[in-house]
Every structure is written in C-alpha cells, then in structure tokens.
C-alpha cells in the first residue's frame, strides 16, 4: 500500500496556506504586515501560492518608520512589482510631523509604530492583519494562537484567546475589533530559511554574508550607515557579517559570519542557540517584557 507523507517543509507550507485560505473566505478586509524582512516575504510567497492563479486578493501594508536599510526597500518594491499587489504605506515619520505620536530620545521608533499601525488599520477598513511572528521568535510571541482576537482598541489579552482545536479557527469580530493572524507560527528559523533555500526566494542581500564597515556598541556588530556614526572614540572594523534580522538601521545589529549562500546559512542557524531577536535587535533589549507590553498596546 503506497502512502504519501509530506516532509516537514510540506506540512508548514500546506498549514500556512490553509491559513491564508481561511482568512480570506472568513474575513471581510484581510491585509498583510509587510516589513521586508524574511518572514514577511515568505509569508507574501506563501500568499502568492495559496491563490495562484489569481493575483493576492488583499494589500500588504509596510508600517515604514523611515530608518529602513535602503535593500529592504529595494526589495519590498521588486515584490510589490513583481506580484502586482497593492501596497498600503503608513508613514511613521508622517505620524510624528502631524503630531499623532512623539519620537523618544533614545532614537527607537518601534513602541511608535503601533498608534501608526491602528491608524491605518482603522482607516482601511482592515478586519484581519497578518503578521509573520514565529513561536521561536520571542516569549510574548509564544503566547499567541494562530488567530490572535484584538478589542476596539487593537489591543491583545493573553488570557482571553480562542480555542483552536483540529485547526478550526474563529474569526469572528464586531465593528472596530479584528484578528491578527500568524500563518508562520509553528515555522522556526531554521525552517524559514531552509523553506527560502528550497524554494530560491528573493529576498534582501542583508542577509548574505559581505565584508561590511561595522562599529561595536555593546557587544554587538552595527554596520556603519546613514543611521549609524561613529562616536568619539570608536573604530571602524572590516568584518565579514550578515543580518539575522532587519529591523530599523540604527537599532539592528549583524553578526559575524561566513555565510554568503542560502545552504551556508542554513547550516549556520542549525548550530546557534539564541534567537535571532535576542542576538541582534537593541530595541527588544529595554526590558524583559519589552515585546509583550508593545503587543499588549496593539503591535502585531
């Protein structure tokens, strides 16, 4: 008797296409939450399969703090081209010229992100928000169903979460309340990227192992940019780095490596044993529940 069993890739790519499916038959606005980063472009590529033929039937929105390395740009614009899906653009610094949010001092513009992300949100009319939040990613992220209930307010409880059972999923919200929904939840790292080598997907050269001009700050590896200048009394260093992952330029650190291919990195993340977040993003390092109480707020 033949049998057909899916390796783990499979099972992840039919689980989060299911999950895109369900949305769209469920939901009356879905929308995706496009960073440009590796997990936002696989879960775009996973969208593009879940409907193909037919074009992605909702917009992605890129929450745009305005300190965004210029590759990621680069690269959100070849997918927005490419796949011809319509692009919704919430501008940060936008939200801060018109005084709906103030910019801390300590130059992480991430804690605003969220009253800029309900803005639009709220103005489009979206009822359901993909985000491409990761089990592994974080203890906050965790916590998180796959269908994640948001109040009026876009704000999440932690206790008051729905059954998902035999992966049955309720999206159902009044007016003002909405899902935010994780289709890469039970996808690791290592998954990620091995899903990207396997599949060849285009995605920032960030993230590829280059000689780079860095500064250290805190036992971490900031490449120098437009963001980023060196101090009084620090050095630049050649280092060969790449990034795990991208937040905003000056906050987000790379690391050393020799990993310039798509296997190379997948052999490299095998062996590591910090998340990605904890090894690179100085904004998460404010406090312990730093994410959790930005989720609570209402961030994806």
Known sequence: MNTHVLSQLRSLEAESIHI?????AEMQHPCLLFSGGKDSITMLHLAEKAFAPARIPFPIMHVDTGLNFPEVIACRDR???????QLVVAS???AIDRGLVTEPPNGSR?????????????????????????RDEEKARAKERVFSFRDDFGQWDPKNQRPEIWSLYNGRVHPGES???????????????????????????????????VVERDGMLFAVNDF??????????????????????NLTAAVESTASTFPAIVEETASVRITERGATRGDDKVSEAAMEDRKREGYF
């Open 20 to 24: 895109f499916r369900e949305v769209v």
């Open 79 to 85: 997918w927005v081209e490419r796949t011809g899906v």
């Open 92 to 94: 940060v610094q936008d």
């Open 110 to 134: 991430n804690r605003i992100q969220t009253p800029v992300l309900l803005e639009a949100a709220e103005k489009n009319g979206f009822d359901a928000l993909f985000g491409g939040g990761r």
């Open 179 to 213: 899902i935010r929904v994780f289709p890469l939840s039970n996808w690791t790292e290592l998954d990620i990227w091995s899903y990207i080598a396997e599949e060849d997907i285009d995605i920032p050269e960030l993230y590829l192992a280059a000689e780079r001009d």
């Open 228 to 249: 980023i200048t060196l101090k009084d009394g620090e050095q630049l260093q050649r280092r060969s780095v790449r990034y795990r992952t991208l937040g905003d330029a």
